[in-house]
């Protein structure tokens, strides 16, 4: 759909996946958000120097699709390191000089099955949003000049709030842009703007920080997935991958 030059376009949040069939994909840019850990991950994976990421729905593909293309298979189940896979969804995991020139083969609960759902809902693009590409994500937005369906991935199609943060920190840049009639987005922008000085601060009273913290110390996961443009790339996905647009 054009828009003319005096229309703007529409933005919309999705607080979970279970949501998404509600919202008009066809003619919109989806942003899958799934900020611990597996967008922040998949930027961070490509800021330093990955060809690509292909995301899956489940371990045995991840495994198959590796072993075809010499690819490094990865992701997670519940936050642990999926049984069968070596490697997890940790951005830190993934620096310069172990994934450059490589393709990362990303399976994980929430994020990845996500995207599926938006490519079966006929999205017209998708991107990978987090804090740590957040610039890049809105310049995106911008420049594109289409609907914007913000999609959370939430946590096994319940709510969350690091995801509608990263929402809200987006929609706080973008609303003179942006139609912008969405309860969900205000909600999202509202609680950026109470938060937005104090992310690290006010994690530790997030559900997904005690998963990821108290079971597995992830502390530095946690503070490099809050923090913007650390690895301010733009993952777009084509014909089957995630690549720096």
Same mark, same amino acid.
């Given at each position: 759909?054009?828009?003319?030059?005096?229309?703007?376009?529409?933005?919309?949040?999705?607080?979970?996946? +279970?949501?998404?069939?509600?919202?008009?994909? !066809?003619? %919109?840019?989806?942003?899958?958000?799934?900020?611990?850990?597996?967008?922040?991950?998949?930027?961070?994976?490509?800021?330093?120097?990955?060809? *690509?990421?292909?995301?899956?729905?489940?371990?045995?593909?991840?495994?198959?699709? %590796?072993?075809?293309?010499?690819?490094?298979? +990865?992701?997670?189940?519940?936050?642990?390191?999926?049984?069968?896979?070596? =490697?997890?969804?940790?951005?830190?995991?993934? !620096?310069?000089?172990?994934?450059?020139?490589?393709?990362?083969?990303?399976?994980?609960?929430?994020?990845?099955?996500?995207?599926?759902?938006?490519?079966?809902?006929?999205?017209?693009?998708?991107?990978?949003? !987090?804090?740590?590409?957040?610039?890049?994500?809105?310049?995106?937005?911008?420049?594109?000049?289409?609907?914007?369906?913000?999609? *959370?991935?939430?946590?096994?199609?319940?709510?969350?709030?690091?995801?509608?943060?990263?929402?809200?920190?987006?929609?706080?840049?973008?609303?003179?842009?942006?139609?912008? =009639? *969405?309860? !969900?987005?205000?909600?999202?922008?509202?609680?950026?703007?109470?938060?937005?000085?104090?992310?690290?601060?006010?994690?530790?009273?997030?559900? =997904?920080?005690?998963?990821?913290?108290?079971?597995?110390?992830?502390?530095?996961?946690?503070?490099? *997935?809050?923090?913007?443009?650390?690895?301010?790339?733009?993952?777009?996905?084509?014909?089957?991958?995630?690549?720096?647009?």
């Amino acid at each position: 759909m054009q828009l003319t030059m005096s229309q703007k376009p529409t933005l919309h949040t999705s607080i979970s996946p +279970a949501l998404l069939h509600l919202y008009d994909l !066809s003619n %919109s840019v989806v942003v899958i958000i799934d900020v611990f850990r597996a967008t922040s991950t998949i930027a961070s994976a490509l800021y330093n120097g990955a060809k *690509c990421v292909i995301p899956v729905d489940s371990v045995p593909k991840a495994i198959e699709i %590796s072993r075809n293309i010499d690819g490094i298979a +990865a992701g997670e189940r519940d936050g642990m390191i999926a049984e069968g896979l070596q =490697h997890g969804n940790s951005p830190l995991e993934y !620096s310069r000089e172990f994934i450059e020139n490589k393709t990362l083969v990303l399976t994980t609960t929430n994020g990845t099955r996500l995207l599926q759902m938006a490519l079966d809902r006929n999205a017209d693009t998708i991107v990978s949003g !987090s804090f740590p590409n957040l610039t890049a994500v809105c310049d995106f937005l911008v420049k594109e000049k289409k609907n914007v369906v913000l999609g *959370c991935a939430g946590w096994k199609d319940r709510f969350n709030l690091e995801d509608t943060l990263f929402a809200g920190a987006v929609i706080n840049r973008l609303a003179k842009q942006f139609t912008i =009639h *969405c309860d !969900s987005s205000l909600m999202a922008e509202t609680m950026y703007g109470k938060y937005k000085n104090k992310l690290t601060d006010f994690a530790p009273k997030l559900t =997904h920080y005690h998963r990821l913290v108290e079971r597995f110390g992830l502390i530095e996961d946690i503070n490099f *997935c809050l923090t913007p443009d650390l690895a301010n790339v733009l993952p777009v996905y084509t014909e089957g991958k995630l690549i720096v647009k």
